[in-house]
């Protein structure tokens, strides 16, 4: 037959000429053409350009080419039952179970002795591995048929060959060379339902395919379309020479096979651009002729981290629209070999951006997002071993499952988790107490609390007894019924994984336990087609060939491998920028290629052989190499690229601005166009002032309304005007303890909740701080008989390790605040504690509350805390407090108790009192419109001796000194045991924080001398 073959590095030629060739006719108008194609992508590339070329395509089926074998298969051969690689799989995990396997091969056995999931996944690796044997090393398998092997001293190959024959499998070698007689004996046949074969693009060939393509094209016409880099063999680019051993490999078989040369038609895009010069040596497989000018055209991006490659890739993105009005959407590519970790960044960065840019993302895993597979893989994989606090708030807080338990507050119900002291477990022990940390008993304190308002103690079982909880009657306390009725279904669904099943059996109960658990809408297109996609995908279950009962690690092994991870339809040509897998688009061209995460240690993946993986012990033509393949894949990608390539990946350490080196084939093409600055370091912030200056390459448009940069917290506050205004005394106190964190809450209205987000998940070994403080204050007011129940009760609320450690703890803080409660008794000496209501009006401001502390005419203050720093804090409170009192006349005398018991005298001369409180409230009262940074450290700071570093003034070195201890309290070295800073280091990234001088200095001394610091 006259079959062709042609190759050319430009897909849009290649496309051109098979459409020319299927405008011609077949002899009969009811067969049907058959396109053979290795890509989801490019078939749906193709389908869409032969639309477009011809009008309509009709009557035309696309296969892969191990499709095209299964239909040949069916067509000549009797015994053609297709076992699938499920059934392997299943067939080896029956085999390894083997008394026979275990006695001949007992090392191999020990590895997954007793251990299911060992043995099943031993069982996938070895499937891979024999469909790998059998298309690169052939002979091998052919040599395990009579015992032959091709390494006697190989204790890997004894026990695989074993294996092999006890499969009882006819090999591929086999099977093509039944079909290749077969074709022999009836060409007619052949021809009849294959008139015209045409394969398209083939990125890899084996020698099978490439033997079954041969004789079929001695019957009927098969015509083969290869996209290669260049027209010849020899490689002298260096490009192609590093990034061209698997383009070459495909054009040899090809070759060999067809034994004649290979036609090229070269296609050069004849741009004078610095990508258009490069992709022109490449084709012509030329080395570098000429310099190369940074144009623009390829634009490589170093940054922190993936959020900011997303939005730098948003702002490279804007900018070309606004330069090309005639660019669309569908010219643009957005690839990464990460797409699962890249899709959330690229959501929220796109979603949200000033100009809505519309991609389609395709080719993600099913697990991804907030998906009907995503909350079943998080109900399926959780353990009784997850029944913690958190692990169960992380379910809940699916949107899903959230939805089908009617739970309305998840905020509501983790604060409720933490309060009520429910950690771990269901049931727990009593003996050590580990009860009170239990579902069972904490929501039984739930449901007492939501029956009755009291704080009353009630026993449950025998001499178990515990404390309603207190807050249980609010209004979405109906949240807590559908949380202990959620915690009981997946009590109930853990149970039911205990009990062993058939594969099939295991299949019914994921579908009940999605019904059961996760909420779906029948009358939504998405939901429905979701649904109706899973129990397609689950469908394969039922053709394995495996009816033996099997513990639930071996089924949800193999939901991880060919269910949680099944990656969705590829979808190209829909009007938007696609965003997709590079493998799927492989060779498609697109004006604006651009690539995220060319990691270092990322892309290109290494070659990593298991120990008996046989084949890396030699690598023969042809061989498999994930490192070739992804560096053939980066050639493609340079050469798709129409007008644009944009490169991005994460160039530099966010812990300490370290430069991370890039990918080899990133640095590669760098060294190859040898352009100085082609790198471009962007800032870790998107509101950097570096953004719009002096550099073309560093701009933004996501911050402010031109891009330049974010509002600062100065702009955010608006002015208090001012009238008189009345504020409570506990808001003052709150500022005069930590102005910068009274700024947020009072002013901007922002909370951080500090580094502990997670519930935690085991019982309190120790206190910290907070509760140390708690317990503490708690102690010195208690009697020894109420100490005793304090105890109890604390331990049954989570405030006190369980056991002997409680009471250990216990006496530990006692014996701490021992000469504290030994002053304050001496000095209260008896006398009742007095609470006054006072109003105090001081210029524009009325100051109101209820304080206490008074003894007759006497305010006493103590603190608990030992920290030097927390001390100062509380005494300049307790000085704050005496000022007001005094003002009003409550108190003539004010004392401080300190941690080791001294009494320390509090300055309140009636002289002073008024001029202390005015100073205090301007403080007060400017900053509700203008950020007052101060701290006790930043303070004493100033109260040391200047280290002038030239050539600096005195007052340069003291501003640098405050402004170096706002950065070690913001970011304190983990060694120091000490909490962030987190309003400090926001203060910090913000770009009013430049502004901070000599003036701001003067008021931290102003502020912390008025304090009496």
Not at 52 to 75: D, I, R, S
Request: charged residues 25%; aromatic residues 10%.
């Amino acid at each position: 037959m006259n079959s062709m073959l042609y190759s050319s590095n430009n897909l849009n030629f290649l496309c051109e000429k098979l459409s020319h060739h299927l405008s011609s006719p077949l002899d009969n108008p009811f067969q049907r053409e058959v396109i053979v194609t290795q890509t989801m992508g490019m078939e749906m590339w193709l389908k869409t350009n032969l639309a477009h070329k011809q009008g309509v395509v009709a009557h035309v089926q696309f296969m892969n080419p191990n499709g095209l074998l299964w239909e040949l298969q069916k067509l000549l051969l009797t015994d053609n039952q297709q076992i699938n690689a499920h059934t392997i799989r299943f067939k080896l995990f029956a085999l390894l179970d083997s008394n026979d396997f275990k006695a001949k091969f007992p090392e191999v056995a020990k590895y997954y002795k007793d251990n299911h999931l060992k043995r099943i996944q031993l069982a996938s690796k070895l499937t891979t591995l024999f469909d790998h044997y059998q298309v690169f090393r052939p002979e091998m398998v052919e040599g395990w048929e009579s015992d032959a092997l091709q390494n006697k001293d190989s204790a890997a190959e004894q026990w695989q060959q074993w294996l092999w024959k006890r499969l009882q499998l006819e090999s591929q070698k086999s099977i093509v060379q039944k079909l290749v007689e077969a074709i022999n004996q009836r060409p007619d046949e052949v021809k009849e339902h294959f008139p015209r074969i045409s394969v398209f693009a083939l990125t890899t060939g084996n020698t099978f395919h490439l033997q079954l393509l041969k004789k079929l094209s001695e019957i009927t016409q098969v015509d083969m379309y290869l996209q290669l880099p260049s027209a010849e063999a020899e490689h002298k680019n260096p490009l192609l020479k590093s990034m061209g051993l698997k383009t070459k490999e495909l054009r040899d078989l090809v070759e060999e096979h067809y034994q004649k040369p290979m036609p090229f038609e070269p296609h050069l895009n004849g741009q004078t651009t610095t990508l258009g010069k490069l992709q022109s040596q490449i084709v012509e497989n030329k080395a570098r002729e000429e310099a190369f000018t940074d144009d623009g055209s390829i634009y490589i991006n170093s940054c922190y981290t993936p959020v900011r490659e997303v939005e730098c890739l948003y702002n490279f993105l804007l900018n070309l629209f606004e330069q090309d009005k005639e660019l669309q959407p569908s010219d643009i590519l957005i690839t990464t070999t990460q797409l699962d970790k890249y899709v959330p960044y690229l959501r929220a960065v796109f979603r949200n951006a000033p100009v809505r840019l519309p991609m389609m993302i395709s080719g993600a895993t099913s697990n991804t997002e907030d998906s009907i597979v995503s909350a079943l893989e998080h109900i399926m994989r959780f353990s009784t071993d997850d029944l913690t606090a958190e692990r169960v708030m992380s379910l809940l807080e699916q949107q899903r499952i959230q939805q089908r338990m009617g739970i309305e507050d998840t905020v509501y119900v983790r604060d409720v988790l933490q309060k009520a002291n429910i950690r771990f477990g269901i049931e727990n022990n009593k003996e050590d107490d580990t009860v009170y940390v239990s579902w069972s008993y904490g929501l039984d304190k739930l449901l007492l609390g939501y029956a009755m308002y009291t704080d009353q103690e009630f026993g449950i079982d025998g001499d178990l007894t515990l404390y309603p909880y207190q807050d249980a009657e609010a209004s979405a306390s109906y949240d807590l019924l559908r949380l202990k009725a959620f915690v009981d279904k997946l009590q109930a669904i853990q149970e039911e994984k205990e009990k062993p099943r058939t594969l099939e059996q295991w299949k019914t109960f994921l579908l009940e336990v999605m019904d059961y658990l996760i909420f779906y809408d029948d009358f939504n297109k998405d939901d429905r087609a979701s649904v109706n996609d899973i129990y397609r995908a689950l469908n394969y279950i039922g053709k394995i060939e495996y009816d033996q009962e099997v513990p639930f690690e071996v089924f949800l092994e193999e939901l991880d491998t060919n269910f949680f991870l099944d990656v969705r339809e590829v979808k190209l040509n829909t009007g938007n920028m696609t965003v997709t897998k590079p493998y799927a688009v492989k060779g498609i061209p697109y004006k604006v290629v651009c690539i995220l995460g060319l990691d270092n240690d990322v892309f290109p993946r290494q070659d990593r052989y298991m120990s008996f993986d046989l084949l890396g012990e030699e690598y023969k033509l042809g061989d498999r190499s994930l490192k070739e393949t992804d560096k053939s894949l980066f050639l493609d990608l340079i050469l798709a690229a129409q007008q644009k390539l944009y490169i991005s990946y994460i160039g530099q350490s966010v812990k300490n601005n370290a430069v991370i080196p890039s990918s080899i084939v990133t640095d590669s093409l760098v060294n190859y166009l040898s352009i100085p600055e082609l790198i471009t370091k962007q800032p870790l912030h998107g509101y950097s002032r570096q953004y719009n200056k002096d550099n073309p390459k560093l701009f933004t448009y996501l911050y402010g309304e031109s891009g330049v940069e974010k509002p600062t917290l100065k702009e955010r506050t608006s002015p208090k005007e001012k009238s008189q205004h009345e504020t409570s005394i506990k808001e003052f106190l709150a500022f005069i303890k930590d102005p910068v964190e009274w700024y947020f809450h009072h002013v901007l209205n922002i909370y951080y909740e500090g580094l502990k987000e997670e519930l935690p998940e085991h019982e309190v070994f120790e206190l910290d701080n907070l509760q140390t403080w708690i317990v503490k204050n708690d102690l010195m007011t208690l009697t020894e008989e109420e100490e005793k129940d304090y105890l109890l009760k604390y331990k049954k609320e989570g405030k006190l390790p369980l056991g002997i450690s409680g009471e250990v703890e216990l006496e530990k803080l006692k014996k701490e605040i021992e000469p504290i409660k030994s002053t304050y008794s001496r000095l209260v000496n008896g006398r009742q504690e007095k609470h006054v209501d006072i109003k105090i009006t001081i210029n524009n401001t009325i100051l109101s509350g209820i304080m206490g502390g008074i003894f007759d005419r006497e305010f006493i203050a103590y603190a608990v805390s030992t920290s030097k720093y927390s001390q100062k804090k509380y005494k300049a409170l307790a000085y704050v407090q005496a000022l007001l009192l005094a003002q009003k006349g409550y108190i003539s005398r004010a004392v401080f108790i300190d941690k080791d018991g001294a009494e320390v005298p509090l300055p309140i001369e009636p002289s002073t009192v008024e001029d202390k409180l005015n100073t205090l409230l301007r403080f007060f009262d400017e900053a509700h419109s203008n950020l007052f940074i101060f701290t006790i450290k930043a303070f004493e700071k100033t109260r040391e001796r200047v280290k002038i570093v030239h050539p600096e003034t005195e007052a340069e070195a003291r501003i640098r000194m405050v402004k170096e201890n706002f950065w070690n309290e913001a970011y304190p070295y983990e060694k120091e045991g000490v909490f962030p800073d987190l309003y400090l280091r926001k203060i910090i990234e913000d770009p009013a924080y430049e502004e901070f001088g000599e003036h701001h200095v003067a008021q931290i001394i102003r502020f912390g001398n008025t304090l009496n610091l």
